[in-house]
């Protein structure tokens, strides 16, 4: 019995130095990669993103660099402009919130990015006041289901009015009294305060 106990935790402790090992060259080779990489990242650590991120990227050896996420569907990616061998590209959170994937420049892994809020693209985004109806459009990512609702329930209604292609057309009614406020989501996300207007 004493036997199998020493055995058992030998097994146990050589597993346990084979991960770490495992882990310490992962992490090694990973370090490698990025010292060895022939670019340089204004954001290195692993990041949340609100909607959009922007990160700059310039290039040691004169090439444009190529900047993907490693999981589709989850975030977008799009250069926004470069200024010498600076290229300044936009990164769009399109997936569920708390998804994650891997950032890659030029084929190495630089972060790990979360949705912290996905990104919502309205041709609406400051407060502003409704006097009897305000038609609102909300551009949907594409193949995505796009919902919008007034947080108080009495103050405001919305129905959709009408889409075409990406963009959806919804109709806000004020039905509650003047003066009275409500948040507006969109998949659950805040995006603005609506008042009842004097006229409404």
Excluded: W
């Amino acid at each position: 019995m004493k036997i199998r106990k020493k055995a058992l935790s030998l097994v146990l402790a050589l597993t346990m130095i084979v991960s770490l090992f495992s882990s310490t060259v992962a992490f090694a080779a990973e370090a490698n990669s990025l010292s060895t990489a022939k670019f340089v990242s204004d954001t290195t650590m692993d990041l949340n993103v609100h909607g959009v991120y922007q990160i700059k990227i310039t290039s040691t050896d004169g090439q444009a660099p190529t900047l993907v996420a490693g999981t589709s569907g989850v975030f977008s990616t799009h250069l926004v402009r470069s200024s010498g061998n600076d290229y300044y590209i936009k990164i769009t959170a399109i997936g569920m919130i708390g998804a994650k994937s891997g950032i890659y420049v030029n084929g190495v892994k630089l972060l790990v990015a979360t949705v912290a809020v996905a990104a919502i693209m309205s041709d609406t985004t400051n407060d502003f006041s409704v006097n009897g109806v305000y038609v609102i459009k909300i551009t949907r990512i594409p193949g995505r289901a796009s919902t919008i609702v007034p947080g108080t329930s009495g103050v405001f209604t919305i129905k959709l009015a009408r889409t075409i292609g990406d963009d959806l057309y919804y109709k806000i009614t004020a039905i509650g009294k003047p003066g009275v406020k409500s948040g507006i989501y969109v998949n659950q996300v805040k995006l603005l305060v609506a008042t009842v207007g004097a006229t409404a």
